[in-house]
């Protein structure tokens, strides 16, 4: 009704410039038109947005705070473990006592239990991380995205325990030069797919007796070190890639070309980090603040010594027998154990940036950032000398 006396107004002028013809109807009704459609609109879009594009934003807002509180109680563990972690590499990289690592090392029973501390330090790391990816993953949209330094710096210490991508690249590109074959001319991903192929087809001709014994070719038979070189020739020329090498010249370069092929490393590969972190937490009943704890040491001792799980093994290997005084040019866990080093150095430098930098001890942060320019130093004397 309201509606209809308001146009009142917009009827007598209507009917006087019907009269005189000086508007048309269609200027006169279309503010009134545009005026109605505009109601109609906001009264429909308007609850809308109030009732699912705000709340929805409100929710969102919600789980972001919440996702802040988790990461708030768990960064206080992550970096105390972190720290663990950090004076023992220091020990290992900064101050060259690595020898309790050597199975040969006594006493034997001091440096046993130094070896299962290294790892139960390490472990403790995994399930911490273990532990907030839980938290975060349980929220209602699943979190939003590991993206902050802390986060991408967590991500490298798994790249540490897990990537071998770099091994498969040297293996196949020092072999390669070995028989004077070019590689310049592939694309990264054309030299990656080569870069594994030829993984598998060496494992396949040195059969798996490579894997648990990185010198097994060194000790076979010429034949044999033989046989697995040509075939490694015939899958280099299947991918266009000839050697230039004569019969007479080839045989002779044998035992160079197979010291390119045996690499000794422990990856741990991501999945088995995940059931490291599953196997190192339990609900915490007690706490408020996190749903898990980690486990205790004795716990952890006799977890390694049952051999229960497939990923012990390979976790032990990780460092045991790691030689850092007469290192092994074809044993890669050196690299690991520092790449290790500089993950969890650049965890605390992360954490020590955040709004939370006052969790990281001093002195842990201090030696974190040596074991970062260490590497940096290290090449730095090998290119003087």
């Known amino acids: 009704m309201t509606f209809w006396l308001l146009m009142l107004p917009k009827h007598a002028a209507l009917a006087q410039t019907t009269l005189t013809g000086s508007k048309s109807i269609f200027e006169i009704w279309m503010p009134a038109v545009a005026a109605l459609v505009g109601g109609l609109i906001s009264g429909i879009l308007g609850p809308l947005l109030k009732d699912v594009v705000i709340q929805r934003w409100n929710e969102r807002r919600a789980d972001k705070k919440l996702q802040d509180q988790i990461e708030r109680s768990y960064f206080a563990p992550i970096s105390a473990s972190a720290e663990k972690v950090i004076w023992r590499m220091s020990e290992i990289i900064l101050e060259k006592r690595a020898h309790f690592l050597l199975l040969k090392t ?29 938290e975060l993953s349980a929220l209602p949209r699943g ?4 993206t902050s330094p802390v986060f991408k710096a967590l991500a490298k210490v798994q790249s540490a325990l897990a990537d071998g991508h770099g ?36 494992y396949a001709l040195a059969t798996d007796e490579l894997r648990k014994n990185h010198h097994h070719l060194v000790d076979s038979t010429t034949l044999q070190q ?9 899958l280099l020329e299947d991918h266009g890639l000839n050697h230039s090498l004569e019969d007479q010249k080839f045989l002779s370069s044998i035992p160079s070309l197979i010291g390119f092929l045996g690499y000794r490393e422990a990856l741990i590969y991501r999945e088995w980090q995940d059931a490291i972190g599953d ?3 339990v609900k915490d009943e007690l ?3 996190r749903r898990y704890r980690i486990i205790g040491f004795e716990e952890f001792e006799r977890l390694i010594a049952s051999g229960t799980f497939n990923w012990i ?3 032990r290997e990780f460092i045991e027998d790691v030689d850092f005084e007469t290192p092994d040019l074809t044993d890669e866990r050196p690299k690991h154990l520092r790449d290790l080093a500089e993950g969890v150095a650049a965890v605390l430098v992360a954490i020590s940036d955040s709004s939370q930098g006052e ?4 002195e842990a942060l201090k030696r974190a950032r040596q074991i970062l320019g260490s590497r940096h130093s290290d090449k730095n004397s090998m290119s003087v000398t």
Not at 107 to 131: C, D, E, H, M, V
Not at 143 to 146: K, L, R, S, T
Not at 226 to 234: A, I, P, S, T, Y
């Open 313 to 315: 093994e390979p976790f």
């Open 106 to 134: 006594c006493p034997r029973n001091f440096s046993q239990y130094k070896r299962i501390s290294t790892l139960y330090r390490i472990a403790a790391l995994l399930g911490w991380i273990r532990a907030i990816s839980l």
């Open 359 to 362: 969790l990281v001890n001093p």
């Open 167 to 202: 091994v498969e690249k040297r293996r196949v590109r020092s072999f390669c030069t070995g028989c004077g074959i070019d590689v310049s001319t592939l694309t990264e991903s054309q030299f990656a797919s080569l870069a594994a192929s030829f993984e598998v087809a060496m």
């Open 143 to 146: 979190g939003f995205g590991a």
């Open 287 to 289: 706490s408020t603040a």
């Open 279 to 281: 196997a190192m937490i």
């Open 226 to 234: 033989e046989f697995v070189c040509r075939g490694l020739l015939k």
